[in-house]
């Protein structure tokens, strides 16, 4: 039974850090595509990053590149995500998700099938 849990969201100031944590349970990390996604009150849900921790293969969202880090521990089987130089644009529920990854990489919230519960990020200005 998979199981995907996000924490690590909160209230943060314009400018300001977060780091998102998905512990993952019922998979291996190397298998699988790990990927983060936020949802904005009326907007639709939209990538911001993913890994393939077998390969490091990493992908980013341009809203978000070069603010954004993706990682994996694992050891834990967790993988995070550090956000910095945060925008209220940024602020969103995030959720972590998965798909095996024999499906490819992709930032397309309709190729995973698991998600963990989301995590609210409030950026304030």
């Known amino acids: 039974d998979v199981q995907l849990q996000a924490s690590g969201g909160g209230l943060v100031q314009a400018g300001g850090s977060l780091r998102l944590s998905c512990a993952a349970s019922g998979l291996t990390l190397d298998d699988y595509v790990m990927g983060w996604f936020r949802q904005a009150p009326g907007k639709e849900r939209e990538g911001v990053s993913c890994?393939?921790?077998?390969?490091?293969?990493?992908y980013y969202a341009p809203s978000v590149k070069g603010r954004f880090t993706i990682s994996s521990d694992n050891a834990k089987n967790t993988v995070y995500l550090q956000m910095n130089s945060l925008k209220p644009e940024d602020t969103a529920v995030y959720y972590c998700?998965?798909?095996?990854?024999?499906?490819?990489?992709?930032?397309?919230?309709?190729?995973?099938?698991?998600w963990g519960q989301g995590t609210q990020v409030t950026v304030s200005s």
């Open positions: 890994i393939m921790s077998s390969n490091g293969k990493v």
């Open positions: 998700a998965a798909v095996h990854g024999s499906y490819g990489m992709g930032l397309s919230w309709y190729e995973y099938d698991y």
